[in-house]
């Protein structure tokens, strides 16, 4: 009898999370849908490709940003590790609204949500947008896996009709059915906790959203300006874009260089960064900086060396103080150069 009404209970579960299981298996379905099926977003080199909304991840990831940065400098890697990514989240997905291996597929889905969340769950222009994918997408995982599938799905299905294969040991941690928890209130307590301590963590870490100040980075463009060298007329900067708006670039209308006194000795317009030469950009990561239509275009993660010939300034070297980068929204960023006599 307890038997009985344990697989009743876990069935009322499973049936209970029902509209859970399907939006949140098309959340990653959907992901595959709208690479490969809707538009092909796996095309490197092209206007959409997903590697490179993978680069804008990097700034700010927690935790796995050295795997990221090796991607987004290996083009091939990155190109068949988003192969991978995207059949993993049609399968997982698919699998997850056809309730088939319910628990091996929510493992899927705890660890896709996790990923989500320590790459981008800084990144949201309005609201916390990927923080609050990748921590529900955790929660979700965890409770399908304590519930599994109910009456509408592969693995009740399977249960009812093919008890031989259902009746082995492995089926209930694979998928649904009796979980066959020795402390299952120890366990969902466990769990709970650590899933409610990674969600403050992550939520102060990314946005100050427990104590302090509140910061969101995807509001304003920042840009990191660093490497600056000044070799014979030849000058060199790293610039690097850490923060803004993902689905935009920041557009640089402005390249002054400045003297001792904060006198313009050098200055380039909108129009002609709109025709920097691509052969003084060398771009480290797959996001490009690149001109554009009216600028330089800097995409969010982006990283790239430019470099500039000063021949045709009046003044000494010696006198070359400062390089000041202007963005469309007003906001500047300076940098001291530093000379070296070759």
């Known amino acids: 009898m307890k038997h009985i009404s344990d697989s009743r209970s876990y069935d009322l579960a499973g049936l209970y999370t029902l509209s859970l299981r399907l939006v949140i298996g098309w959340t990653y ?13 796996l095309i490197p080199d092209e206007a959409g490709y997903i590697g490179e909304k993978f680069n804008h991840f990097l700034p700010n990831a927690l935790g796995i940003k050295p795997l990221i940065e090796y991607l987004v400098t290996h083009p091939d890697a990155l190109h068949t590790s988003m192969v991978i990514f995207t059949i993993v989240e049609a ?10 291996f319910t628990r091996l597929m929510s493992i899927g889905i705890f660890g896709l949500a996790m990923g989500i969340l320590l790459g981008s769950g800084w990144i949201g222009t309005t609201c916390l947008d990927e923080w609050q994918i990748g921590i529900l997408g955790i929660a979700g995982g965890f409770v399908l896996f304590l519930t599994g599938s109910g009456p509408f799905s592969l693995d009740h299905y399977f249960i009812k009709n093919n008890k031989n294969f259902t009746r082995k040991k492995w089926f209930p941690w694979l998928g649904s059915g009796i979980l066959p928890l020795s402390k299952p209130k120890t366990i969902v307590l466990a769990g709970s906790a650590f899933i409610f ?3 403050l963590y992550t939520n102060q870490y990314f946005h100050g959203g427990v104590w302090g100040t509140l ?52 200055a380039l317009n909108h129009a002609e960064l709109s025709k920097f030469p691509k052969e003084n950009i060398r771009n480290h990561y797959v996001a490009k900086v690149k001109p554009g239509k009216h600028s330089l275009v800097i995409p969010l993660g982006s990283k790239a060396d430019l470099t500039l010939n000063l021949n045709d300034i009046l003044v000494e070297k010696e006198e070359i103080h400062t390089v000041k980068l202007i963005d469309i929204s007003g906001i500047e960023w300076t940098a001291r150069i530093i000379t070296f006599n070759h």
């Not at 969101?216 to 690097?240: A, C, G």
């Open 29 to 41: 379905f959907s992901a595959f849908w709208r690479r490969l099926i809707l538009e092909n977003k």
């Open 197 to 199: 301590g990674l969600t």
């Open 91 to 100: 399968v997982v997905g698919l699998f997850i609204i056809l309730g088939l």
């Open 215 to 266: 910061h969101n980075k995807s509001v304003k463009p920042k840009i990191e300006i660093s490497n600056i060298s000044l070799v014979n007329r030849d000058l060199t900067f790293e610039i690097y874009r850490t923060e803004g708006v993902d689905v935009y670039g920041s557009f640089l209308i402005g390249i002054h260089i400045l003297d001792k006194n904060g006198n313009i000795v050098k």
